[in-house]
């Protein structure tokens, strides 16, 4: 079935069973798992501990949270909210993230991973800023837009091999200004290799961040 097919009213967007959700709490078993990850990284651990990748190499980023992993049948959902013109998803997974939050400290703001103005022409939207903002409206938390921009139009990550990823955004992106706020969280769609939140929670170490966190819709496994 044509994935255009399946944005019908009233029907879960898997299955097609009805219901006043986007998907069917059946569904969502499916794909929105509570299994131990990496605290750091959020990529499976079976201890729930960090990964020897974080062990070895420590992000400048503290914690990862996502909803699901990068995978059948979650990243249907991914695709048509990027590539579908379906902003409208970021409202979803805001909830579901959001209830994950509820007991966490929370930011002084959100910085919604930038496009550079080129691809967002392109797409229309930039889906990390609409998820950003769902949150920040649930959340109380401000959605700063102001502060990182993407100064070179970069390859698509998803394009490139694993070991070519962290030097494709390496100097990416820029600061407006230093010294922003004490704790921030970076917002993005899919969290790959982590090459680009790492590029940016660099920058806002560097510029006087006491603690840089990223929360994501979902994260890729390898």
């Known amino acids: 079935m044509d994935a255009n097919l399946r944005y019908l009213q009233g029907a879960c967007f898997f299955c097609l069973a009805k219901t006043n959700k986007t998907w069917c ?3 969502e078993h499916d794909f929105i798992l509570d299994r131990p990850q990496c605290p750091i990284c959020a990529r499976k651990s079976s201890s729930g501990n960090p990964c020897g990748s974080c062990l070895k190499h420590q992000p400048f980023f503290t914690k990862t949270e996502v909803l699901f992993n990068y995978q059948y049948p979650g990243n249907h959902l991914i695709k048509a909210f990027k590539f579908n013109s379906r902003p409208e998803l970021a409202k979803n997974f805001a909830k579901k993230l959001a209830h994950k939050l509820n007991a966490e400290p929370l930011p002084n703001a959100l910085i919604p ?7 967002q022409q392109e797409r229309g939207y930039n889906q990390s800023l609409e998820f950003a903002s769902c949150l920040g409206n649930l959340l109380g938390i401000t959605v700063n837009t102001s502060l990182c921009r993407r100064i070179i139009d970069t390859e698509r990550q998803s394009s490139l091999p694993m070991k070519t990823r962290k030097n494709n955004v390496k100097d990416a992106f820029k600061l407006r200004y230093t010294k922003p706020f004490d704790y921030v969280v970076i917002v993005d769609d899919v969290v790959t290799t982590g090459s680009t939140v790492n590029e940016i929670a660099y920058l806002l170490k ?3 961040c006491r603690r840089v966190d990223v929360w994501a819709i ?3 496994q390898f």
Do not use: N
Request: aromatic share 0%; hydrophobic share 20%; glycine share 6%.
């Open 113 to 119: 991973v930038p496009l550079h103005k080129h691809r």
């Open 218 to 220: 979902a994260r890729t």
């Open 25 to 27: 709490d059946h569904c």
């Open 206 to 208: 560097k510029s006087g």
